[in-house]
């Protein structure tokens, strides 16, 4: 069992800090439970109970959908490259879309990127640590750019389309509130 702390320290903040992908986890009252890796520079922690992420329009809008229903989430790290350590994050989040007045000013704490769909402002209830002495060891190569240049080649009107035709509902039929 791992060890559970009321917040993020500084010593977690710095292994958040130094990680290249993380993974979401969130599930509605029924249906599958969604877990999804994250990477392009997309998180920033707040504070000890705070952090937001930027999602990106991707083929699945299940986050969405998800705490739309039950309001719980949680982050994970994985220490792939020196300290083997994997945290956790537990708490729940607010989603913002585009539309929302406070997105643009979260968003601008993130580098320019076509394709925002979500942010999401985590408040964090328990943070656990624990060993992470399974995890291999992998490198790190590089971020992939694919899916920035998918959004540019589709400019705003052709992801507002996609979003509308393919991001609506959950794989479970749940709404996501995408589009209003």
């Known amino acids: 069992m791992g060890t559970q702390y009321p917040e993020l320290s500084d010593a977690h903040i710095k292994f958040i800090g130094q990680q290249h ?25 707040l504070g000890p109970n705070r952090i937001i992420w930027r999602n990106m329009t991707g083929s699945g809008n299940e986050t969405a959908g998800h705490l739309a ?26 989603t913002l879309h585009p539309r929302d007045e406070e997105f643009e000013g979260f968003n601008t704490d993130f580098p320019p990127s076509p394709g925002a769909r979500q942010i999401y402002d985590v408040t964090i209830e328990m943070v656990q ?6 995890v291999p060891f992998m490198d790190y190569a590089g971020d992939r750019d694919v899916l920035k240049k998918w959004a540019e080649d589709k400019g705003p009107d052709g992801v507002q389309t996609y979003w509308e035709e393919r991001n609506q509902q959950t794989i479970d039929g749940k709404p996501t509130g995408i589009i209003t």
């Not at 992908?21 to 922690?45: C, E, H, Q, Y």
């Open 69 to 94: 229903e039950v309001n719980r989430i949680t982050l994970m790290w994985c220490g792939f490259e020196k300290v083997p350590m994997i945290l956790r994050a537990y708490g729940t989040a607010r």
């Open 129 to 134: 640590k624990s060993c992470g002495y399974a």
């Open 21 to 45: 992908i993380f993974f979401v986890g969130s599930a509605a009252t029924d249906g599958r439970v969604n877990i999804s890796p994250k990477g392009m520079d997309s998180l920033r922690v």
